[in-house]
């Protein structure tokens, strides 16, 4: 069996965010282009305690590989002393169905391809000149989100909203260590007037990105809803966008922040467009400084299918690993 | 990490018919019941190589640990020197999520837990009087349901039809080297005559097992139609049968041998018991000498469940095993 296993630092130590960004864009292309197949996600949920299990998977169509990503969450295990995040990513070859490899990646490629993804919507949609970045939610993707926006944009300015002094506290003190000027604000009102490149990384279920805030030329990226039931944004404000784009269509017409505007009749379903389509022909992004853009980002199998493929390839190349 | 990883050759090392069959019961009793969590199988199809990529998975409720089966037939790989079955069997724990261990099992786990379904399926259907089994088929299952059928029933003679004489030949060999007394017919029809338990086992399209052939207080296990279009059952055997049963009414009248009975409109839906509901209440199975009884058998996850228990439970007990 030549089935190799790596772990979370052994990932970490070759990961480079502008090799996984460029994989990402690729990926979502080629997920527009129609060459990947991702079939529905399998869930199993428990009770006591509680957990989540998904199972991600999917192809891109003739490629050397095949994913699954089992994506396990069981709260409770820090009463253990356990990540709660758990699970592993299997990588087989799609030429003979054998398991070429197991990524224990603990959560992190996932928390990864979803802030490249921000940095793709970003690179198509975000202004030339970005004069501050407002981040609403102080959590992994919160930081990710900009370290990976560096990558396409420049900019320092960064304002934060959280809902616990700590831990804007410590967002800001984490931030401003990587180099940014960090500042809060009281009001997402006030980081939506200051900010022209916005991303919400909640858990929200209710929106809290307004319409009326909204200054021309903003790009927003929403991640955080990724699930049934979770909002971040008023569905006028896509309304009002000038482009509306998404990572998948059969994802983010089913649940999202733009799934609200599709069922108050706010918006049509064929004025949205795919960030893959974006990638194939940029005219489909911001053609205008003065544009209000929008992207949702659900999270698409293809990310995890280029970023496992990147990350083992690399991997694999690397003669100081021991395997 | 502690996981670990077992080869086929330390699976099988602790496989006991016997306790196969018993967990195997214990499982569809407790699926009947409503205590297990079966989502719907995950499928990813290639062209070229030509391969598929089945994914079952669910858990039996509150017990230790959650199941899921990656099963991948890649048929050219024998061109390569490599078995056209491949995949593993990942088992977690349903307590923290944590994967405990690796099932690299090629099939043979499928294959047992196959064939145990057959024996819960004979102990309650079954004459209690086997003359004679008359197997249809002559591949892995035609094997394996024999020597499971003799933990549930005293039998030496067995009946085979095969469309290939020398894979006939084959089988009379193999199973006479294990002490059956085996002889092939020219028609299935001379097989129904002759055998009282009736086990079909193979990947038809159209059927073959006739009701007029069928004499009374015979028992007849379908196993090979497993997928749409496959069938081995005339609908009107089904419609004969007094005693109707399913693995799993779910899949069962979706695709199957009885779900063709059920579209034809020869039987109701209320007719069809599942094997689980008879282990709780064998009064649901045969209750008399002359009756015809039909099992349909589909493979549900919860085999796949309860025998990686099982193994991994033996496997860990077993200190001659070194991991």
């Not at 979502?28 to 428990?46: C, K, N």
């Not at 996932?110 to 030339?128: F, H, I, N, S």
């Not at 990310?303 to 496992?308: L, R």
């Amino acid at each position: 069996m030549n089935m190799k296993t790596y772990s979370r630092e052994e990932i970490e130590s070759v990961l480079v965010k502008s090799e996984l960004i460029e994989a990402v864009e690729e990926g979502f292309r080629q997920y527009s282009a129609g060459d990947v197949v991702v079939p529905p996600v399998g869930h199993l949920g428990f009770d006591n305690p509680p957990g989540d299990v998904h199972i991600k998977y999917g192809a891109v169509k003739g490629a050397d590989t095949f994913t699954i990503k089992v994506s396990n969450g069981f709260y409770d295990n820090p009463q253990l002393g356990l990540s709660s995040s758990q699970g592993v990513i299997l990588v087989f070859s799609q030429k003979t169905g054998v398991l070429d490899a197991l990524l224990f990646d603990q959560g992190l490629i996932t928390d990864m391809r979803t802030a490249a993804a921000g940095a793709v919507a970003a690179k198509y949609l975000a202004p030339e000149h970005v004069t501050a970045v407002g981040v609403v939610g102080t959590g992994i993707q919160a930081r990710l989100q900009i370290e990976f926006l560096s990558e396409v944009r420049a900019f320092t300015k960064i304002y934060v909203y959280g809902r616990h002094l700590e831990a804007v506290n410590e967002y800001i003190s984490d931030m401003s260590a990587k180099g940014y000027e960090v500042e809060s604000v009281e009001k997402i009102s006030d980081l939506a007037k200051a900010a022209n490149l916005i991303v919400t990384t909640t858990p929200a279920r209710e929106a809290f990105l307004m319409a009326e805030d909204i200054q021309p030329g903003t790009h927003i990226t929403a991640m955080g809803s990724d699930g049934p039931d979770k909002q971040e944004i008023q569905p006028e404000l896509i309304c009002n966008a000038d482009v509306r784009v998404v990572d998948s269509r059969n994802q983010c017409f089913l649940y999202s922040d733009t799934s609200y505007a599709l069922k108050a009749g706010l918006i049509e379903e064929s004025s949205v467009v795919e960030l893959g389509e974006i990638v194939s022909n940029a005219s489909l992004g911001r053609t205008g400084d003065q544009q209000i853009t929008f992207a949702d980002l659900t999270g698409v199998a293809v990310q995890d299918i280029v970023s496992a493929e990147l990350i083992l390839a690399k991997l694999g190349s690397d003669s100081s690993l021991s395997n």
